[in-house]
């Protein structure tokens, strides 16, 4: 006989009434850790289909960072692989050479990479800029995110073309992509808010996937805490100076007092997306004269960046 429910019950599964470890508010639903996973396993799977991110004969980079989304990137690409014909994996870490913090993370990646089985490779700043992210940002720390975020998308290229991969795939979660949206609308920039889709080949041949894009932030960390791997890692000490961080702040508190936020700003992106006539917005495409890499102007942004880093 059932009692009645009571306020301090503790949340039970909506879909078998096992004691629940996840509360979805945008789908109204609650999960136990079975469904849970199966219900992140699922989506991530359907997102890959759905947008036709995986075919047969690719050779996929995962961008491994170490973090938490890529290690739950890498753990559910390695676990539906069996599902795809003649698709194989390589782990990716770019060292972008941060004192205190990358070293950590790149012995997490290795320890990763090993334990499910997929081969690992490791490109450097050093390497492929001759110096590493400390050394080139000395002065100009405020700059941190940008320069690193250009410089290591490039580097994360150069990695994956090493390894003769036809694709690279990024753990960039719902949060990410959300606050790229609406960072993308702040700053005006409309070529890059509609860029940002599923399937990005703008500014390389190879195409880059983001499976866990409609995947929270908080599920993707409690993902891998169900599954038993706890992540404790150091925090990139250039983290708080971009304005990723207020935007990212803004987000999470408007995503907890109206659920599904996120994921209506990506309906949004989508709808824009639908309506515009892409030539008009983002001009011809151009190649680097330094490097031959497709641009919208006479130097790509890694090029330019680099020039000015060097003055
Ligand atoms: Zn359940
Ligand atoms: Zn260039």
Not at 152 to 178: M, P, Y
Request: with cysteine; net charge positive; hydrophobic share 40%.
């Amino acid at each position: 006989m059932g009692r009645k429910k009571s306020p301090v019950d503790p949340p039970v599964c909506s879909l078998c009434e096992a004691p629940a470890v996840m509360n979805q508010q945008y789908s109204r639903r609650s999960l136990c850790s079975t469904h849970f996973i199966n219900d992140v396993e699922e989506r991530v799977f359907q997102v890959i289909e759905k947008k036709k991110m995986i075919r047969a004969g690719d050779r996929i980079a995962v961008a491994l960072s170490g973090g938490k989304d890529s290690t739950a990137l890498l753990l559910l690409l390695a676990l539906h692989l069996p599902k795809w014909q003649d698709v194989s994996l390589i782990a990716v870490t770019v060292d972008e050479g941060i004192h205190g913090y990358r070293d950590e993370t790149i012995r997490a990646a290795e320890r990763v990479a090993e334990n499910v089985g997929v081969e690992h490779s490791v490109v450097s700043f050093q390497d492929l800029f001759s110096d590493n992210l400390d050394t080139l940002l000395k002065g100009r720390e405020e700059q941190a995110c940008t320069v690193c975020g250009i410089l290591r998308k490039k580097a994360l290229i150069e990695g994956a073309k090493k390894v003769r991969a036809t694709k690279i795939a990024t753990g960039h979660n719902l949060n990410d992509e959300a606050q790229s949206v609406l960072m993308n609308v702040l700053r005006g920039d409309l070529p890059r808010l509609v860029r940002n889709s599923g399937i990005d080949t703008a500014d390389s041949f190879l195409p880059r996937i983001k499976p866990l894009a409609e995947i929270p932030e908080k599920e993707v960390a409690s993902y891998l805490f169900v599954k038993g791997m706890f992540l404790l890692l150091p925090e990139c000490p250039y983290r708080g100076f971009a304005l990723r961080a207020d935007v990212r702040s803004m987000l999470s508190g408007l995503e907890h007092r109206n659920p599904g936020t996120m994921l209506r700003l990506m309906e949004s992106r989508k709808k824009i997306e639908k309506y515009l006539e892409w030539e008009k917005v983002s001009g011809p495409l151009h190649r680097c004269r330094q490097c031959g890499d497709p641009c919208s102007g006479d130097l790509c942004q890694v090029c330019r960046l680099l020039l000015s880093l060097a003055r």
